[in-house]
């Protein structure tokens, strides 16, 4: 069936690294935008980044902008999200979700179960 | 920056209709969507370009945009739709999220 499953989370120092992933099946990878989207503790939802079907474009929020970077590779249908210079503002579950067909503005119809980060000393 | 805003919290007997707004500037020029988030769960698109459902998403949830807010409306609302409900647009190439309404079905 059509699934996202994100990877990659767990605990990290302030001012760390961290990659996450997220495999895609059930559906043509390489057709579709993919976004990050995480929820802090008690907030509510953060769109965090966008890259189009391809890979050539690629957006995202002021608050990580210059210490995030999405990727993707459509030969191995995977998403990835490097985060760098992390706060602990970006303690958050992070979800990967796909766009509508076609669409590239955050009409997400097919979501993760999400992985946590902890930004902690 | 562009803004949404959604009231925090709105309350609905079972079998009532619930109504959730959310107001941006000039958002009925743009699509709006509706997530609806529940503990421990992903969220799910529930109305898309302002009042289509995907499949799978009940007849009872529809939607509507025009001027300055969109609004979620959930007819004969039942336990189960109790949760968070999040509107969404798009400008300036990114995705803006309301802050989100508690909606308690009691």
């Known amino acids: 069936q059509v699934q996202l499953v994100e990877s990659g989370g767990g605990v990290v120092q302030p001012g760390g690294s961290l990659r996450l992933s997220c495999a895609a099946s059930g559906f043509t990878f390489s057709r579709y935008a993919v976004h990050w989207v995480r929820q802090a503790p008690g907030k509510g939802l953060d769109w965090v980044a966008l890259?189009?079907?391809?890979?050539?474009?690629?957006y995202y929020a002021d608050s990580v902008r210059g210490r995030f970077t999405i990727s993707r590779d459509n030969s191995k249908r995977t998403l990835f999200l490097q985060m760098s210079s992390l706060k602990a503002d970006d303690t958050a579950v992070y979800y990967c979700a796909r766009d509508l067909e076609g669409r590239f503005d955050g009409m997400l119809d097919v979501w993760g179960r999400g992985t946590t980060v902890t930004v902690s000393s | 920056s562009y803004e949404l805003t959604q009231p925090p919290s709105v309350s609905v007997s079972p079998g009532q209709t619930a109504s959730i707004t959310c107001s941006g500037d000039k958002l009925g020029d743009k699509y709006a969507c509706w997530y609806q988030l529940k503990p421990g769960q992903s969220p799910v698109l529930v109305i898309y370009q302002d009042h289509k459902r995907p499949s799978g998403i009940p007849e009872r949830f529809s939607g509507s945009n025009s001027g300055n807010t969109a609004t979620l409306t959930i007819s004969g609302a039942r336990a189960m739709d109790e949760a968070d409900y999040y509107c969404r647009a798009w400008d300036s190439n990114t995705v803006i999220f309301g802050r989100g309404t508690k909606l308690t079905v009691l």
């Open positions: 890259v189009s079907f391809d890979g050539s474009n690629r």
